[in-house]
T-cell receptor, first 112, second 116 residues
Framework: GEDVEQSLFLSVREGDSSVINCTYT??????LYWYKQEPGAGLQLLTY?????DMKQDQRLTVLLNKKDKHLSLRIADTQTGDSAIYFC????????????FGKGTKLSVIP | NAGVTQTPKFQVLKTGQSMTLQCAQD?????MSWYRQDPGMGLRLIHY???????DQGEVPNGYNVSRSTTEDFPLRLLSAAPSQTSVYFC???????????????FGPGTRLTVL
């Protein structure tokens, strides 16, 4: 079945850029998503990218997709303490269902 | 708009007990879903619904029932609770099945369930 892998932890200094990486196995993935989860809260959709795109930029967020290597990354520019959270990568396969497969999440800690 | 509401926030059950987790949304969203989140794991889809009267199984449906008699409500029933069902449960809703930033998916605050 589909699998989505992420590194579990990332620590950066305030003001630096953060890069969170994700790999997936389903070559028929059509949509790839990044969600943010703050402590004690549900998930918040941050951004997404279609599989026919290489890059998408939205203010401080840049998503890069390497479809050949099945690698997705989320870059957060000028990381702030409010960016501290768990970030989940998720994919929607092209299999005709509405299910998303989520990674285990990367906990981003921002050091003031 | 209250968004997506879930009750209760916390619940402790004994093995074998049954209960219903409530989920409601006031945004007239057609698509609703239930996920569970276990420590160190991503969310896994339990059941989903694309509209009133229509439900379908997700990745981990065993031990759970759902119904969708109205657009607003999507309760999740645990038939006979087991310790393996200890988890945080999230309900989500969206206008369309595939979320986008302009048609985002809204999550409730979660229900933390412990089964002893």
């Amino acid at each position: 079945g589909e699998d989505v892998e992420q590194s579990l932890f990332l620590s950066v200094r305030e003001g630096d850029s953060s890069v969170i990486n994700c790999t997936y196995t389903d070559s028929s993935s059509t949509y790839l998503y990044w969600y943010k989860q703050e402590p004690g809260a549900g998930l918040q959709l941050l951004t997404y990218i279609f599989s026919n795109m290489d890059m998408k930029q939205d203010q401080r967020l840049t998503v890069l997709l390497n479809k050949k290597d099945k690698h997705l990354s989320l870059r957060i520019a000028d990381t702030q303490t409010g960016d501290s959270a768990i970030y989940f990568c998720a994919e929607k396969s092209g299999a005709g269902s509405y299910q998303l497969t989520f990674g285990k999440g990367t906990k981003l800690s921002v050091i003031p | 708009n209250a968004g997506v509401t879930q009750t209760p926030k916390f619940q402790v059950l004994k093995t074998g007990q049954s209960m219903t987790l409530q989920c409601a949304q006031d945004m007239n969203h057609e698509y609703m879903s239930w996920y569970r989140q276990d420590p160190g794991m991503g969310l896994r889809l339990i059941h989903y619904s694309v509209g009133a009267g229509i439900t379908d199984q997700g990745e981990v449906p065993n031990g759970y029932n759902v119904s969708r008699s109205t657009t607003e409500d999507f309760p999740l029933r645990l038939l006979s609770a087991a310790p393996s069902q200890t988890s945080v449960y999230f309900c989500a809703s969206s206008k369309n099945p595939l979320p986008s930033v302009t048609d985002t998916q809204y999550f409730g605050p979660g229900t933390r369930l412990t089964v002893l």
